[in-house]
């Protein structure tokens, strides 16, 4: 299929592919773990009837959602252009780091075992978890460097989470993020391959990473959504719940926290963790002094490049619509 139309029909045929976050299968388990938690806590958390609660009607009619479904046609005739190039290159930077090592290390010297199960088990293990901090890293990085949370703001701009909300990215972030992914596959697989030479690949369920197909099973729609699920709190300091991404999305947060993808080991290593037992759900977007774009399509394009520029030369390049003056990035 051409590069251009695989873009753009991505987050619609994604609902019938696994590799998606929003694939029908995760959305429905989704469902199912809110109308558990509607069960177990109705009276604190919903007076709606389940059906309201799961489906209120502002989820449809806001204009943040109607923006996420625009969204996503333009992020796919963008990502066609800015993103494609980076899907080719992992197998390529793995055999380059491979024969680094192979000629200035030497041979590893480490012997496979004759059933490679547990080495598919290990690397498919690496896989996820240099995934998971190099996602966090990058992730840190976009809220750190002013110039980067101006492109970032593009995705906190969602006045309502819907799971949609994680196809709202501006086309330079989410080239930064296939090319982080493409360097921690390469980095991960060459290393691997030095280690033990031979057959090796990654655990798959339905054509998807193992563990990444569990995740995803485990509620991981929900992040972008309005059900504020929390883990029970001996698990929230090891896995990202719900709750926690939609705290990382508050409107009035003064401080940042909650950067993690899948594993809140980042957050609680570096000091970022705010777990989400005892918070109750925040109203999520962007205050208006951090505005830097208005919820149009040309705006939300060009105003956070525009931004950005300005934050790299030190003055203000001026916009195409006048929102506030923008405020410090978050820490
Ligand atoms: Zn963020
Ligand atoms: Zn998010």
Known sequence: MPPLLESLIEPFVALFGPSHRVHLPYLLCSVGFVTL?????????????????????KLFFHA???FDVAWCVVRGLVHAVLVWPFRVGALGIAMAIAGFALEHVGRSGLVAPADRTWLFVAFTVALFVADDLTRYGVHRTMHAVPALWEIHKVHHS?????????????????ALNQARGVLTAGLVTGVFVWLYPGKLRAIEIFGVDAIGFLWTMAGA???????FVAWPAPLERIFVSPAQHQLHHAKF????????SALAIWDLLFGTLRIATRERPPRVGLVRAERNHERTLISALVDPVRAS???????DL???SSPPRTA???P
């Open 318 to 320: 001026g916009r195409r």
């Open 64 to 66: 943040s959602s109607r």
């Open 328 to 330: 410090a990035p978050r």
């Open 37 to 57: 938690a509607w069960i177990v806590a109705r009276r604190r958390v919903a007076r709606a009837s389940l059906g309201r609660w799961l489906f209120p009607r």
């Open 221 to 227: 729609s929900l992040r972008h959504s309005h059900a």
């Open 309 to 315: 520029l300005s934050r790299i030369v030190g003055h």
């Open 253 to 260: 947060a003064k401080v940042s926290s909650n950067y993690g």
């Open 158 to 174: 969602a006045d309502l989470l819907t799971p949609l909300t994680l196809y709202r990215v501006h086309p330079i972030e989410s």
